[in-house]
Structures are given as structure tokens and as C-alpha cells.
């Protein structure tokens, strides 16, 4: 029996964190689309999706303790606000799911 894991998006690959002059972090990551395998001159593959989205958690997978949906491959937060959330959550995982026509991708974990 198939759980479906051919209609879940690749995961995001290629995390990385950059901070701006003032502190804030900014974590980018390069999607992928399922079907899409080779990178011809340079051109991005297609989505293959209905759209580009994103869902961005701290914490638990299934009970994160904040979740962010966003439509680009980059996410930012305030710099007070992500040292209250780490201070608040100092163990929890930060990471980002592809959402997917028909499910969310597995998590790839952010740096932090």
C-alpha cells in the first residue's frame, strides 16, 4: 500500500541564515518540485504545484509552538522577536515544509 509519498513535494534543500546590520535573521532555502530532476541552463524547473508555498515552524512537527505560512523560498523575523521565541523554546528545531497540491514535503531543518 502507497501513503502517497509520490504526491508530496521534494524538501527544500540548501538552508542557509543571514543577518542584517541590525540583527534580524533572514533564512533562505531552494525549493524543488517533484519531476523536475535536471537544471537546464540555468532556468529553474517548474513547480508543479498550484502554487509556491511554505510553512515555516519552531518546535514540534505536529504542535509546533508558532507556525508561519509564507509564498517565497525566505523567511524573516524581527530580532526580538526570534530571541523571545528561542529563549521561550531553547531546544525546539526551526523548520520548513514545501506545501504541497496534495501534502506538505518532510521538514528540512533551519540553521539558527
Do not use: K
Not at 542584517?20 to 533562505?28: I, K, L, S, V, Y
Not at 535536471?38 to 504542535?63: K, T
Amino acid at each position: 500500500a502507497s501513503p502517497g509519498r509520490t504526491m508530496r513535494p521534494p524538501a527544500p534543500v540548501h538552508p542557509r541564515l543571514h543577518r542584517a546590520e541590525n540583527g534580524d535573521p533572514t533564512w533562505r532555502w531552494v525549493r524543488r518540485a517533484r519531476g523536475a530532476w535536471r537544471w537546464l541552463d540555468g532556468v529553474d524547473g517548474p513547480l508543479n504545484e498550484e502554487g509556491e508555498a511554505y510553512r515555516v515552524g519552531l518546535g514540534p512537527q505536529d504542535n509546533p509552538h508558532a507556525v508561519w505560512d509564507v509564498v517565497e523560498p525566505c523567511f524573516s523575523l524581527p530580532a526580538e522577536e526570534w530571541q523571545a521565541l528561542r529563549a521561550a523554546n531553547s531546544s525546539s528545531p526551526l523548520w520548513v515544509r514545501q506545501i504541497g497540491t496534495h501534502a506538505l514535503s518532510c521538514p528540512t531543518l533551519l540553521p539558527f
